[in-house]
């Protein structure tokens, strides 16, 4: 019976059904969605640095090495930090970067901008100087008439600017004696110094000297400083009858015999001259209280509007004591 038993159990089979692979689910769109973010962010980074200044660089530089420190130094009164970017703060059309109440975050950087702007300024001044000196040399030079005073006409690069200076020769005066009536020869030479000034952008100091010889014959107080003054705008009128614009002068004045070429020769005849100063912006601005250097993002001050010009001044100074 036990065999039997046996014999009669039940054989059970288990089938292991195999399914396909179970279908993907969207945590693949979220990993590329954040590849595709992390480029965009990548490629945006790189674009601010390319479009971004050295100084901007700097300050970003700064800031994330020290927070608190710039926080501080280029902040605004309630604490908060500066924008160091272009565009930042309340006016998006200012390059430099602002607080929240839209003031200059970093004036020192402005500071430097504008100091460099004026060098490039005294570059370009003592450049077109250069040039203008060798213009009016070769222009007496290839002059056959002119050439023979070539003596008398000195060119010299001062601090100042380009100064031109017609001077007296013993036998060979530029005015006739005692008076403001301007000799042929000096017409000529002015004539050709101011169709040259007629295409330069500075500004132009004329003064008139004489030696220290007493006028004689002065009548009501007539002396050198009339004298002087009423030669320097003798000359003027020749140069502006030339071509150059009369609103380039700035300054015409008599110095009578204050500034002698040959100190140690008052009476010599190279101390009675015409000085026509080229004046360097710096010049300029010391002269007239002026600056015609642009400030950044801002209108340059105490300059005149455009298409206007200073005034020009005739000054005379008082008589000698």
Do not use: C
């Not at 060798?134 to 070539?150: E, F």
């Not at 005066?173 to 002015?190: D, H, K, N």
């Not at 110094?193 to 330069?200: C, D, H, K, R, Y």
Request: hydrophobic share 40%; proline share 6%; no cysteine.
């Amino acid at each position: 019976m036990a065999s039997d038993a046996k014999k009669l159990q039940p054989i059970i089979v288990k089938k292991v059904k195999k399914s396909g692979h179970a279908a993907h689910g969207g945590a693949w769109k979220i990993a590329y969605a954040d590849f595709v973010t992390a480029m965009m962010a990548f490629f945006l980074l790189m674009w601010l640095l390319g479009s971004t200044t050295k100084g901007d660089l700097k300050g970003l530089s700064d800031y994330f090495s020290s927070p608190l420190k710039v926080a501080m130094t280029g902040g605004s009164g309630t604490g908060a930090s500066a924008s160091i970017l272009p565009g930042g703060g309340a006016d998006l059309s200012q390059t430099a970067g602002q607080n929240q109440q839209g003031e200059s975050a970093d004036p020192l950087r402005k500071k430097r901008a504008l100091e460099q702007l004026k060098r490039d300024a005294a570059i370009q001044d003592a450049k077109k100087l250069a040039a203008l000196a060798a213009k009016i040399s070769a222009a007496i030079s290839n002059n056959r008439k002119l050439a023979q005073y070539s003596n008398q006409i000195r060119l010299e690069t001062t601090p100042d600017g380009l100064q031109i200076q017609i001077v007296d020769e013993q036998g060979r005066p530029m005015f006739t004696s005692g008076s403001a009536v301007v000799q042929p020869y000096m017409r000529e030479i002015l004539r050709e110094i101011g169709a040259a000034l007629n295409g330069v952008e500075n500004r132009i100091s004329l003064d008139g000297h004489t030696d220290q010889a007493p006028f004689s014959g002065g009548d009501r107080g007539y002396s050198n400083w009339e004298l002087s003054a009423d030669r320097a705008n003798a000359s003027r009128r020749e140069l502006v009858a030339a071509g150059m614009p009369e609103d380039k002068l700035v300054r015409v004045t008599g110095m009578a015999s204050s500034m002698l070429l040959e100190p140690e020769h008052p009476l010599a005849p190279v101390n009675r001259r015409i000085s026509i100063m080229v004046l360097t912006r710096e010049a300029e601005e010391r002269l007239l209280g002026t600056s015609r250097v642009p400030v950044l993002a801002e209108e340059p001050q105490g300059a005149p509007p455009p298409g206007e010009a200073a005034p020009a001044a005739a000054t005379t100074p008082p008589a000698a004591q």
